[in-house]
């Protein structure tokens, strides 16, 4: 059994049980402290050079665990945003799993993160996150692993969130130096309780990340999703992108030119999604979007086109 049949033997078993174990206590739910999620994320990504093009297609999946630190209760406004609207704090940790086998792109992929949104006050939050990643590379010497950390502050006012902070990044590849860190401004917001948008952007001397998100939920279960994203790096040095499953974040999926073996050259990608998130109950919820991102570098470009659907469950 290789690693995708084990992920996917793993998603179609255990897990589900976790979750309709976790959505089926105590009914009917008037609070929540905890929430499980899995994602899988199923992608194609195709590179076009002047002798052909590469492809290859993965899957990859995690596994997330969030406490609330203070009840979420269930209200009128819509379910997908209460965490967010009743500032109820967290701690998470989440675990992921990939393989894209023998492909231009890589091998296996794992990692873990741990993280959390502290209220110190009404209007102030301290945000952190840490992880490891680990991509074992197919081709001699492509194998590295990655330490992302991440520190902010949040700024509330009313449903409006101002965040600043930082993003660094160690790899075993080019260890750490100046252009590992990055300076990071993000805003949500949302209006009249049913339209949110999110917006932000984190940058270098020589590399910037930026994405916008809107959702119209016209319903207390449902929810309108949509976005788009963009950014580049110039010369040799490099912001690692090590968050596979999370483009719609402003990353692109990949870094094109150490896969083309070019680390001078310039990239740049941009993207977009469209989605829906639909929550049946309070402790039973579903998400489903489709990303597509462009990225080239130095004449050689790609496409990296993925479906990702996220199943959620609160309770406790």
Not at 133 to 140: M, Q, T
Not at 166 to 193: C, I
Request: glycine share 14%; hydrophobic share 45%; charged share 15%.
């Amino acid at each position: 059994m290789d690693y995708t049949e084990g992920l996917v033997l793993l998603c179609a078993t255990v897990l589900p049980v976790l979750l309709v174990a976790l959505a089926g206590a105590a009914s009917p739910l008037e609070s929540a402290r905890a929430e499980i999620a899995l994602t899988l994320d199923g992608a194609h990504d195709s590179i076009g050079v002047p002798t052909g093009t590469a492809g290859a297609t993965s899957i990859d999946g995690a596994v997330a665990a969030t406490l609330y630190l203070r009840p979420v209760t269930d209200e009128a406004r819509p379910i997908a945003l209460q965490p967010f609207l009743q500032r109820a704090g967290s701690l998470h940790f989440a675990a992921t799993v990939g393989d894209l086998g023998a492909s231009p792109l890589g091998g296996l992929r794992t990692g873990a993160s741990l993280g959390g949104d502290l209220f110190v006050h009404r209007a102030v939050s301290i945000a952190f996150e840490g992880g490891y990643r680990f991509l074992d590379g197919v081709a001699p010497g492509a194998s590295s692993s990655y330490v992302p950390l991440s520190l902010g502050l949040g700024l509330w006012w009313g449903d409006v969130r101002l965040g600043l902070g930082a993003d660094g990044v160690w790899s075993s590849r080019d260890g750490f130096g100046g252009d590992s860190v990055r300076g990071r401004l993000d805003l949500r917001a949302v209006f009249v309780e049913h339209i949110e948008l999110s917006t932000g952007a984190a940058a270098n001397a020589h590399s910037i990340d930026a994405y916008l998100r809107a959702a119209y939920y016209p319903s207390k279960h449902l929810g309108l999703l949509g976005g788009g994203w963009g950014g580049g790096t110039s010369g040799a040095t490099r912001f690692p992108d090590v968050t596979d499953t999370e483009a719609q974040l402003g990353h692109a999926p990949f870094d094109l030119r150490a896969i083309e073996a070019r680390p001078a050259a310039d990239q740049a990608h941009f993207g977009c999604f469209v989605g829906f998130s639909y929550w049946a109950t309070p402790r039973l919820g579903a998400i489903v979007h489709y990303d597509v991102t462009w990225i080239s570098a130095d004449g050689v470009g790609a496409t990296d086109q993925r479906a990702v659907l996220t199943i959620a469950a609160r309770g406790l």
